[in-house]
């Protein structure tokens, strides 16, 4: 086997096979050896789910991309009657919106998948203390049941940033006062199919097109919260890069350090 047939395989390893060296090497040098076979399967599930939001996240990417030049080229030579524009209400009279499928479905399946992994994390850190919380919020009030401790304060600490996720995959805490609100990912699962868009816009003084610079998130909902930016590409990516950073951290201040030379699995 030459060198050029070994690139070949490494090249197929890298876009067939994914891996986190930080989190594999937590996941399976540090947790596996001391955890049961049943409490594994909780750690195990986070870092399947990462990588596959981590997938899914570049595949929204690419579809941004492709979408964005078709409307763009479609722009450039006069062809919108190809395109299936409706006006948007919502947008103003001067915008029309087209509506990209394929990342739609993208997003929805990134928003569950994320929703998923927070599941599962809560359940596999609920395990150590001996109980099986199905959401973050119910992980965050064992912890706080807890005796307080250094690892109970910095577990706490990295949730709390998940804080970032409510209305997003997480419900937003709401108010008794205020319209109860909804995360986009109960929104679309339930609800309705989900709202995003490529907007056109029609400059009244030059008659140009201008598109967005992306897909966007309709936030015109009133069940759905507000955000600083409504692109599509960057609400993914702030899903894989929060829960990225809460996983590793938390699995590191529970499992950093213990002896793993023996085995609750054996």
Not at 149 to 154: A, C, E, F, G, T
Request: charge should be neutral; include cysteine; charged fraction near 25%.
């Amino acid at each position: 086997m030459d060198l050029g047939d070994k690139m070949t395989i490494d090249q197929f390893k890298d876009n067939l096979e994914p891996y986190y060296h930080n989190l594999d090497h937590i996941v399976e040098n540090l947790i596996h050896p001391v955890v049961s076979k049943p409490e594994f399967k909780c750690f195990e599930a986070c870092s399947s789910k990462i990588k596959a939001i981590w997938y899914i996240k570049n595949r929204i990417e690419d579809l941004d991309t492709q979408y964005k030049r078709y409307l763009s080229l479609c722009i450039s030579e006069n062809a919108l009657d190809k395109l299936s524009l409706i006006k948007n209400e919502d947008l103003g009279e001067d915008y029309d919106s087209y509506f990209p499928f394929f990342e739609a479905v993208e997003f929805e399946n990134l928003l569950s998948q994320g929703k998923a992994c927070l599941d599962c994390f809560s359940k596999a850190i609920g395990s150590v203390y001996g109980e099986s919380p199905n959401n973050i919020d119910k992980l965050i009030n064992v912890l706080k049941s807890k005796p307080k401790d250094s690892k109970i304060s910095k577990l706490l600490s990295f949730i709390q940033r998940s804080d970032r996720l409510r209305g997003v995959i997480i419900d937003p805490k709401t108010h008794k006062k205020t319209h109860k609100k909804t995360s986009i990912r109960d929104l679309i699962t339930h609800r309705q199919k989900i709202d995003i868009l490529f907007a056109i816009h029609t400059d009244t003084k030059t008659g140009n097109y201008i598109l967005s610079d992306g897909a966007l998130l309709n936030m015109r909902h009133p069940s759905i919260c507000r955000f600083p930016n409504y692109l599509v590409t960057n609400i993914s990516d702030r899903v894989w890069f929060l829960l990225l950073g809460m996983i590793e951290n938390c699995f590191k201040v529970l499992f950093d350090g213990i002896n793993t030379t023996a085995s609750k699995n054996e």
